[in-house]
């Protein structure tokens, strides 16, 4: 059978335009639902504004004002504290976990898996509420402590000023470790073996096994990681809202928080627009940096 | 035909144009808002607001409440039937929802063209005050004279749904809404406990700090609090500041009208009081960790032998506690009468481009006729008006409901202090966490709420 012959493109398909039109729906659905809202919000971040009636105009008054509000700096230096919570520390163990599990034969490495990814599938509000119930004066961990003859160390967790962020940031971590080590696990299972037998007939021993052929053959995953994971703890805010309020007093409040505090309880979407705005600038900003960095020791 | 070269470039040039035209020309947040031909303070209907609700046709009354509690719940379903009833014509389409969900929508409801005849509104600073000032409520005012609502409520209070037109005085002027139900906060106590103790119901404030001491001296916890949320030491704190400073005073305060202060002397002596009871643990150790209903959950348990609070916990303690949990109002104030925080459960209003605003008016005035009240009381809920001709026999309803009528009679129902501008929830939540766990002194915070005050007032 003779196979039919091709018909040379037309010139519709040639244009260099029609690949853009193909793109065009998709486009539209993305500028209509996201770059429209992003440059709204930047739009209100000029206005004093309610969120309902008239608005005035004030420039980059709202930016200025933050300049010196003691909650908006305190929300910042808090989401930059949970990066510790939720990318360094998870990262350190996520790395020995997964060297772990990839160097020994583990028998049911997958139920181990699944075990320790199992955080990230449930829904935060979920999560926070049941970390709520393990930091309550009389809830589990004071309970545990009790337990073990730690008395002395039992408090209200999140309404104690100094333990309360922490204490935020160690659910986190908990979200945050599953994550970082099964990235890992992918990008280490796919150094060939025969590099861990030459460096063993050199004789490198794990930690030097490590070091030399885990650590630089995985980088890509650490960006990936990072990059999540930082975003995750810029973005926080179900944990926030639902088990501390920003309190006590300032004592947790992150700028997502703010944002919806402001926005809808304070009623200032003007100013919750401008820290929104700062947000985003400041998530993009780290991660630029992060990525950066991660491509240059490639 | 073919199309021009289209570089990569030029085409992002162009999108980021089209955009940045886009944010050129795209109005102003709200800008609609002022072309509209209402006068601030919102529309004020004629003198047709004495028409006959049965002469006004087949009609459907959209009505949006929170009243999703089960006492609250039937009350108002009773209501709705009856209203129905009498006038046949009239269809209710009532649509319920939580307090939060309907107080995160009023705003974005209001502000719209396809809004409710009837809608509970939070007389706050930062809802009622906000909508006022917006022109998007209904002086009731005309329908007020009419159905004689002045004679019916009582001034204190119509007075926490009165503004004037410009929302600038809260507490005068127009009327805004009318409440259905009452709220007070004051003392529960554990009969068992304060006989334990040996001490009697405090009637004086050294009494009840003296009971206090004598609780903490048995190693017992004195209070109970749960202020993981920052709303509830607001409950706390407002009976307490009536011991130090007159109640007219903390009116101006409450609701962010000029003329008062949280700088002075007597305003010190409170938040050092309450800083006090923090510091030394008089709420345990960790008010702030600890969440509302737990709380109160763990006051019928045995912990703590006095929990202040409102009126809405009687019902669920009572199931609890029985005969052992009793209610007090506060100690008189520093004046010598009664004062405590309350006063009402959320009014109704009509918003301004309301379809229905005559059948709108009927229906909030059936709803809080004597009749709506004992029908209220009747289903255990707590009716704003008759509170103590309602109340059951025994019980501690019956000491809630006496203490609310012997307040609002013969005292001062103080406001809530979050009533205050719109930004003094926050304000005064997270200053007395604050306080309460010694992250700040009593001075800061009170520079603060001063700040808060000032800065709304002028």
Known sequence: ?298 | MSFRPFTRRSFVLGAAGVAGAGVLSACAPGENAPTQTQKPGGTSPSAAASKDPSQLGDITLVVWDQEVRGSQNDALVALNKAFQEKYPNIKIDRKSQSFDDLKAQASLALSGNDVPDVMQVNNARADMGQFVKAGQLTDLSPFAATYGWEDRFPTSVLSKVRYSADAKTFGEGNLYGLPQTGEIVGIFYSQKKLDALGVKAPTTWDEYFAALDAALAKGEQPMVLGNVDKWPALHVFGPLQAKYVAPDEIVKLGMGNAGASWTDEPNKAAMKQFADWGSKKYFGGSPNGTDYDAAWNDFTKGTGVFLPGGSWLGTDMEAVMGEDLHFIAPPPAVDGKLATTGGTGIPFAIPAKAKQVEAAAAYIDFITTSDAMKLIAENGGFPVLDTASLAPEKGVQKEIFEAFDKVSQEGTLLPYLDYATPSFSDTAGQGLQEVLGAQRTPDEVLADFEADYKEFTG
Do not use: C
């Not at chain 1, 990235?183 to 030097?208: F, H, K, S, T, V």
């Open chain 1, 1 to 298: 059978m003779a196979r039919k012959r091709r018909e040379a493109p037309s010139a519709v398909v040639r244009g260099r335009l029609t690949p853009y039109l193909y793109l065009l729906p998709a486009f539209l659905v993305y500028a209509g639902f996201l770059l429209y809202p992003l440059l709204r919000a930047a739009q209100f971040s000029l206005y004093d504004w309610p969120g309902f009636g008239p608005s005035t105009f004030v420039g980059l008054g709202n930016y200025v004002d933050l300049l010196s509000d003691r909650r908006f700096l305190a929300a910042v230096t808090h989401a930059l504290t949970l990066i510790i919570f939720y990318s360094i520390l998870p990262l350190v163990v996520g790395l020995v976990l997964a060297a772990i599990l990839r160097r020994g034969k583990v028998k049911g490495l997958g139920v181990f898996r699944v075990l320790i990814f199992m955080p990230q599938v449930i829904a935060l509000v979920v999560v926070a509420v049941a970390w709520y119930q393990i930091y309550a004066p009389n809830g589990y961990l004071n309970a545990l402590l009790s337990a073990v003859g730690l008395e002395g160390l039992t408090r209200g967790w999140l309404g104690d000023p100094t333990f309360a962020l922490p204490a935020v940031g160690m659910v986190g971590f908990w979200l945050q470790t599953g994550l970082v080590m099964l990235l890992l696990l992918a990008g280490m299972g796919r150094i060939p073996n025969d590099q861990y037998e030459a460096a063993r007939l050199d004789g490198a021993g794990p930690i030097r096994e490590f070091f030399a052929i885990t650590l630089p053959a995985v980088k890509a995953e650490i960006t990936t990681a990072l990059v999540l994971t930082i975003i995750a703890a810029l973005k926080t805010f179900d944990l926030v809202y639902v088990t501390t309020g920003g309190g006590p007093g300032t004592a947790t409040t992150v700028p997502s928080y703010e944002v919806y505090n402001r926005a809808f309880n304070l009623k200032e979407v003007g100013s919750a627009s401008a820290v929104a705005v700062v947000l985003t600038i400041l998530v993009f900003l780290i991660n630029v940096v992060v990525s950066r960095i991660g491509e240059e020791k490639r």
